[in-house]
């Protein structure tokens, strides 16, 4: 579909990361525009793996194994982003931990196909470590991120590690570790005041120390793609600042995997260099960063880019 004609849009792009998966997931974009059928080729090519159709009829439990789910959300984000690329004129992007790659992947920093191979063998190295060292994840909500890092230290010991993990939202923490470490600040947590504490379903914990022996397979693996300068600037989730540079970006997606997601400096550093008029844009899966920006930067909006109907709606405002 021709887009010569159509007004470009000052953005940045927001990139989900894991959970935001769904059966289905893509279907109806693959099926309407055929540059985002290209991706989905081009991934499922770069794989030798059927993915396409794990993320279109599941079933649902492969579609959430690691090593499935992380490419399936790349594929899904950049195959919407060959669609209304024409549209956006990106001055930043940032993407909540595997979303980084997809960020990545659209400055022009990563070749897709490289792409794809690298999130597929991070979720396995991901997989394997917390096979090696069990460990697990806890949301807390309602309770501030420094007290929740308080707990999250007092709790550790013997061995056993908390941490906070993804730093979401100031009164949305997700913690990361040895399962009874994790449960005691829970516990904690839920005693000073959180209004929920919700364990997650995950196959290891997740940006925590337990993530060590991952992250030094992710090095070599990093260490063999080629990475470009990026087009424009992506804020980096282990140091929050923006990152253009190809060796800092190889170096903070390897930091990555034991360190916390800095989503709420993320998001705060994103807006505070946003020129006015710039307009915030997810794509892909789901509606979470979006809910989260709100949180993080009240009065700011973006527009969550997921399904057919959602590019559709985008192409005719933007007409």
Not at 40 to 64: K, R
Not at 72 to 89: F, S, W
Not at 220 to 245: G, H, M, Y
């Amino acid at each position: 579909m021709g887009q010569c004609s159509r007004e470009m849009v000052d953005s940045v792009l927001l990139c989900p990361g894991q959970g935001a998966q769904y059966v289905g997931m893509g279907k109806d974009v693959a099926e309407q525009y055929a540059e985002a059928r290209q991706v989905f080729e081009a991934v499922d090519d770069a794989l030798d793996v059927g993915l396409s159709t794990i993320m279109w009829e599941g079933p649902e439990e492969e579609l959430t194994l690691t090593h499935n789910a992380q490419p399936a959300i790349l594929a899904h984000t950049l195959a919407v982003h060959a669609v209304v690329r024409g549209m956006l004129r990106p001055v930043a992007a940032a993407g909540h931990s595997l979303g980084e790659y997809s960020a990545y992947c659209a400055a022009g920093a990563l070749e897709l196909a490289d792409a794809a191979r690298l999130v597929r063998k991070r979720g396995e190295l991901m997989l394997e470590a917390g096979t090696q060292r069990p460990g697990t994840m806890t949301a807390i909500l309602g309770l501030e991120t420094t007290k929740v890092e308080e707990l999250c230290e007092a709790s550790s010991g013997g061995g056993a590690v908390a941490v906070a993990a993804n730093l979401n939202a100031p009164d949305q923490t997700v913690i990361s570790g040895d399962p009874a470490a994790v449960e005691a600040a829970g516990i904690s947590c839920k005693e000073a005041g959180a209004k929920r504490v919700l364990p997650l379903k995950v196959s290891g914990a997740f940006h925590s120390p337990l993530m060590e022996p991952a992250e030094v397979g992710l090095r070599e693996e990093l260490s063999c793609v080629t990475f470009s300068d990026a087009a424009f600037p992506i804020v980096a989730n282990a140091s929050a600042k923006p990152v253009r540079d190809s060796e800092t970006a190889r170096e903070l997606l390897g930091a990555q995997l034991t360190s916390p997601v800095r989503w709420v400096e993320s998001m705060t550093r994103a807006v505070g260099d946003a020129a006015d008029g710039t307009r915030f844009i997810e794509l892909g899966p789901g509606r979470v960063l979006s809910g989260l920006l709100k949180r993080i930067v009240r009065g700011t909006g973006s527009t969550s880019i997921d399904k057919a109907s959602d590019i559709n709606g985008f192409m005719e405002e933007m007409a």
